[in-house]
């Protein structure tokens, strides 16, 4: 494609419309906790069990049918992305969703999903 081609193509209404929708870097940013959690599936399921309430790591790891060691791994890049917060009871570390806007629409997106996936 020649260079006058590329140009009168950005030029066109629907193109310019196009390239306005996409997201900017502060967006972009706002969505890597999301990816934290989408991308990867026992991310996912941790999602979903933290959105009927609090938890433990070896409660975690019972429903998720995973070693304490493997779940908190995955705990921690959760806590990373701001996705999860921890609280220690005793010697039991609670785990909780937070309530940022991302985590929340994250979580009706799951609700969504698994809505859809019944039906």
Do not use: F
Not at 38 to 62: M, N, Y
Request: overall charge positive; glycine content about 6%; aromatic content about 0%.
């Amino acid at each position: 494609m020649s260079v006058e081609q590329s140009r009168s193509r950005l030029s066109s209404p629907r193109v310019r419309t196009a390239r306005d929708a996409l997201l900017d870097a502060a967006a972009t940013a706002q969505l890597q906790p999301v990816r934290e959690v989408i991308c990867e599936p026992t991310r996912t399921q941790i999602v979903r069990a933290l959105g009927v309430g609090p938890l433990s790591v070896g409660d975690l790891a019972a429903i998720l049918g995973r070693s304490k060691s493997a779940t908190s791994q995955h705990l921690r890049v959760l806590r990373d992305a701001g996705i999860v917060s921890a609280r220690r009871r005793g010697r039991a570390v609670i785990y909780s969703l937070t309530t940022a806007p991302m985590v929340e629409a994250t979580v009706q997106m799951l609700n969504r999903a698994a809505s859809i996936a019944v039906a």
